[in-house]
């Protein structure tokens, strides 16, 4: 296990670093992060390279037991770049171009700052891709930013040309015969500045165009980095949970693993909620992660900027551990004295000394120290996957059609339930191979095209079960309705159609099978089209239209089912729908019940290992069963029965015998 920090050696005087990674090595610390903001102390004129002040940080933290991650600096581009070049800088939406005195201020598509990424990533590689003490490079930090120049412009414009081949191919998928939006022209073609009124599948495309900028920006580093870094040193970007600028499962293709950037905000953790965004960047490899920045305490950012309660830190690491991360590293070290991030949470102060919080995280060194070798080699596993599509989430949003339709929230109510019941789940990309699942559950697969469709059959003919929510099957992959009832192609298997859809301006009863309930913002008026078809729940009097209509139906397709959810169902009818998906389907969960407010999360590995991670979030000690002896290899104590864990607590079990 990797347990770290930011560190920013460039920020102090070389007489105070010793001090630092000392204090680093007595927390257990094992890694710390460097240099993704110091391009201006890396090369302080054009051509001008001072990279010994680095590599003297490096060597004093190896010397430490402290591995490090080199950040190529390119999300902070010096004044002299930017005047130099001042066509590397973004232009902003209402169309002025960004001032240099932040970060990200840049032009990510623009060649000039590509050829200057590049060059600074190659000459760091040329002095550190053979240093041992660097163990791996993180590519920028946290991509976000768009720019909306005329080169933007043309760009996008080249990718339409690429992407369609001809205007009359373009002009055919997005239907530009609606409102004389007909092209003769690329050069006619606009960028969608934010207005809420453009063609869906301009929109579309450029977020598409977006992910290709991206995917450029960071290959022209990762390029120059492994021209001369050892094989050995990994390549990583820190993505930001749900942002959805760009389509980050593209984006992760090149890295050789993912890592995310796990801040809570105002408030405390939401286990279920937070679990679900590691469970989503696990996803972009389908492999373990890092956690390569999270709160130590409190941020900036946030309305309010509350501290985390005594050890929700601690409890808030092992929750990502438990999720398949194999980092976690503190964002930052120490204050800085002057920034924009001046009362942001750290774990020494601007004086040099410890923050209370300190302690805390020196007790999850002592855990990672007796429990990293049993966690080497093994990955969270389940039987139930979720499907999530960047290109989904951005359509549905381009027209919710309900303002309170948001997907990601669609899609939680989905994984809140099924994970508590299984307590593990994975969320994958539609076109992810779904051998070893009996669950697949996707909320609103929304655009249909043959490489999503053509593994679904298989799936479910060899004894798998589809779920579809609402508003599947209704588009094709640029962004145009589809000339069929949904689910489209699914409705012959299926053995049912969607007659019509409805936003709801207030709930509805819905009733049948699991008893009764409420739809919400969303209902679909289901047919029959097949005598074997089983409905599930039907509306309940209220809407006039829906009354009566099949909401829910199943139907068996090969060795396996496809179920239609034609409904957002309030809480507790998706507790209830969860409940049957995973009886009907022979999901075995990965552990029993547990308290509320307690995570369990079950680590394995292919010899067989397997442990247990338990994690008491609540603010009062648990009792939870235990269906066989276990050993807490934090404490070492063997429970026969019964698992005590204090309030916001953590145990590992191991199966004893």
Known sequence: MILGCAWYPEHWDESRWPEDVRLMREAGMNMVRVGEFAWSRLEPAEGQY??????????????????????????????????????????NADGRQATHGARCHFNAGNPKYLELCARIAGEMAKRFGANPHVIGWQIDNEYHRESWGEDTRRAFQAFLEARHGSLDKLNKRWSTAYWSQEYTDWAQIPLPIAWGGHNP????????????????YQHVQIEA?????????????????????????TISEELDVVAWDNYVGKGHLDFRANGAVHDLTRGFKRMNYYVLETQPGWVNWSGVGNALYPGEVRCMAWHAVGHGADAVSYWQWRSALGGQEQYHGTLVAADGAPRPLYTEVAELGKDFDRVGPLLEGTTPSSQVAVLHSYEDRWAINMQRHHRDFDPVQHLLSYYRPLRDLTHAVDIVSPLAPLEGYKLVVAPHLHLFHNAILAPLGPFMQNGGHLVLGPRSGFKDRYNALLPSRQPSVLAQGLGAHVEEFYALEEPIPVEGRWGEGRAQYWAEWLTSDAKDVDVLMSYGPGQGWLDGKPAVVTRKFGKGRITYVGAWLDEEMM??????????????????EVPDGVEVCRRAAPDGRELFIFINHTDISVQVPIPKPMRDMLTGKVHRTTLAIGPRDVAVGVKEG
């Open 575 to 592: 507790a209830k729908l969860a409940d049957w998906l995973l009886t009907v389907s022979k999901v075995e969960p990965a552990f029993g």
């Open 225 to 249: 980095i492994r021209a001369h870094a050892e094989p050995r040193q990994w390549i990583t970007h820190n993505f930001m949970g749900w942002f959805d600028l760009f389509d980050h499962y």
């Open 50 to 91: 001072e990279f010994e002040w680095l590599e003297r940080a490096i060597a004093l933290a190896a010397e430490n037991g402290l591995r490090t991650i080199l950040g190529t600096p390119t999300a902070a581009p010096p004044a002299w770049l930017t005047q130099t070049y001042p066509e590397t800088l973004a232009i």
């Open 201 to 216: 599948g301009l929109q579309l495309d450029y977020k598409l165009f977006i992910t290709e900028v991206y995917k450029q």
